[in-house]
C-alpha cells in the first residue's frame, strides 16, 4: 500500500499525469481510501513541488506539470469521493471559485469536492472569478433554492490577489445580500486574522477542516 502511494506522491512530483492516473487507479484497486491517496501522496508530492519552485529548482512548465498530475489523479478520486456519500441529503448551498486575478485551482476544486461528497450543492465558478459573478451566483441561489442557506467559498493563492476575498464580501454587502449568507475564505495566504479583517465569517486551512467549518457555520 506505501509503495504505490509513494510513486502516486513521485507521479505528482515529476508531473506525469499518465502515471498518477495509473497510480491512483491501482491504488483504488488496492484499497486505499480516496482521502488517504490525498493527504499521503498528493498533498505532500505538490508541498514538495512548491519548495523546490520556492527555491529555485524547478520553474512554472514543472508546476504546471505537477498540477496536471495532481488534477489527473483528482479526477479519478472524485467519483468515489462523491461515491462514499450514500444517502444525499442537501445541507445547504455552497458558491465556491477562485478570486479574481488568480488561476490556482487545485485547492478550490478539493474543497468544493470535499463539500459536495458532504452532501452540500456546490456552485463552482471556477477560476479568476469576478466579484460580480458571486453576487449574480448568489442572487441566483437565493431565488430557487428559498430558504436554503448559503456559504460563498472564497480560495486566494496569492498575497497580490487576497485582496480580492475582500472585494467579494465588499460586493455581497453594496448589494444587500451579506446578512444572507456566511463567507469562508482560504488558500495558502490566508488566516484567522485576515479574515477576521476582511469581515469573512470563518476560515479554515484545507478540505477537511473547510466541511467541518462549514458545518458549523450552518449548524447542521
Ligand atoms: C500548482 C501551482 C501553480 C499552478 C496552478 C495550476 C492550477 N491549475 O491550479 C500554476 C503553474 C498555473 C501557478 C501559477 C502561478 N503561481 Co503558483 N503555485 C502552485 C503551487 C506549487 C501549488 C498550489 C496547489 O495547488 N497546492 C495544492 C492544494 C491542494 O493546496 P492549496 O491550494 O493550498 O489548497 C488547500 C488550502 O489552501 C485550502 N483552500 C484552498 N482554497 C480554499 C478555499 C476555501 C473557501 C477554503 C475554506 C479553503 C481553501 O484547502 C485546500 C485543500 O486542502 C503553490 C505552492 C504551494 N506549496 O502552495 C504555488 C504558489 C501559490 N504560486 C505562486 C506564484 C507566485 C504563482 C505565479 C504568480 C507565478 C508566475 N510568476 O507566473 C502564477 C500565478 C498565476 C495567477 N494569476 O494565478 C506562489 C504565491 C506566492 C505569493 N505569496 O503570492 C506560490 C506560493 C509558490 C511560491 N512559493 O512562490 N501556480
Known sequence: MG????????AVIAGEPE?????????LEAGIAPLDAIDQALNPGMQIV???YECGDYFIPDLMMAAEAMKAAMEKLEPELLARQEQRQILGTVVIGTVDGDIHEIGKSLVATMLSAAGFQVHDLGVSVPADRFVEQVKETGVSGDSVPVVVG???LLTTTMRNQEAVIKALQEAGLREGVKVIIGGAPANPEWAETIGADAYAENANEAVEVVKQLLEV
Open 19 to 27: 502515471q498518477a492516473r495509473e497510480l491512483t487507479a491501482q491504488a
Open 154 to 156: 472564497l480560495s486566494a
Open 50 to 52: 512548491g519548495d523546490r
Open 3 to 10: 509503495d504505490v502511494l509513494n510513486r502516486l506522491q513521485e
